[in-house]
T-cell receptor, first 114, second 115 residues
Framework: DAKTTQPTSMDCAEGRAANLPCNHS???????VYWYRQIHSQGPQYIIH???NNETNEMASLIITEDRKSSTLILPHATLRDTAVYYC???????????????FGQGTILTVHP | DTGVSQDPRHKITKRGQNVTFRCDPI?????LYWYRQTLGQGPEFLTY????????KSRLLSDRFSAERPKGSFSTLEIQRTEQGDSAMYLC?????????????FGPGTRLTVT
């Protein structure tokens, strides 16, 4: 699986958009970008994933650059409950012959403050 | 609650003792994963099951570790002769994969402290 690079920590004001960057310059053509987050003392939680196109769901938006070497997770209106460690993961699809193993890095600690 | 459950949530044991953790995945999920997480680090993959078959084991899973998933339902992770280095959070996740992507749902974890 390709390696990802994320900032160690970021701050965001409540109600503002949180933009979390991720570099994955060695991503291969069949690898997806996944984002999970882990709130203190809980297991990780899936947020969103994408291959080439930008994606949006009820939690966040994922912007993937055209060359696919980097991406940005956007939480449009951050709340205090969004304070967590955010992991950007690159992996092949969980379908077909791949079993979808997730390789977590150290992630970005996002702190949302009032 | 129909999420992934793990038992116990906390376990304190003395070095050299054996411990066993249980994971109950979401019903009908065919894949089950075990991860280990130490303080300040992201989770590390240990092993995974497709139904009852254990199909992949990380090199992190020494011969003191064994995992089972009888009948493709719940899973157990046993650590024999525990060492202080085994102290960590042990996370279980499950997913239903038929085709394409399926997200992994994580349990709350079992925190192991070896004294």
């Amino acid at each position: 699986d390709a390696k990802t690079t994320q900032p160690t920590s970021m701050d965001c004001a409540e109600g503002r958009a949180a933009n979390l960057p991720c570099n994955h310059s060695t991503i291969s053509g069949n690898e997806y970008v996944y984002w999970y987050r882990q709130i203190h003392s809980q297991g990780p939680q899936y947020i969103i994933h994408g291959l080439k196109n930008n994606e949006t769901n009820e939690m966040a938006s994922l912007i993937i650059t055209e060359d696919r070497k980097s991406s940005t997770l956007i939480l449009p209106h951050a709340t205090l409950r969004d304070t967590a460690v955010y992991y950007c993961i690159v992996s092949s699809s969980a379908g077909g012959t791949s079993y979808g193993k997730l390789t977590f890095g150290q992630g970005t600690i996002l702190t949302v403050h009032p | 609650d129909t999420g992934v459950s793990q038992d116990p949530r906390h376990k304190i044991t003395k070095r050299g003792q054996n411990v066993t953790f249980r994971c109950d995945p979401i019903s009908e999920h065919n894949r089950l994963y075990w991860y280990r997480q130490t303080l300040g680090q992201g989770p590390e993959f240990l092993t995974y099951f497709q139904n009852e078959a254990q199909l992949e084991k990380s090199r992190l899973l020494s011969d003191r570790f064994s995992a089972e998933r009888p009948k493709g339902s719940f899973s157990t992770l046993e650590i024999q002769r525990t060492e202080q280095g085994d102290s960590a959070m042990y996370l279980c996740a499950s997913s239903l994969v038929s085709q394409g992507f399926s997200e992994q749902y994580f349990g709350p974890g079992t925190r192991l402290t070896v004294t």
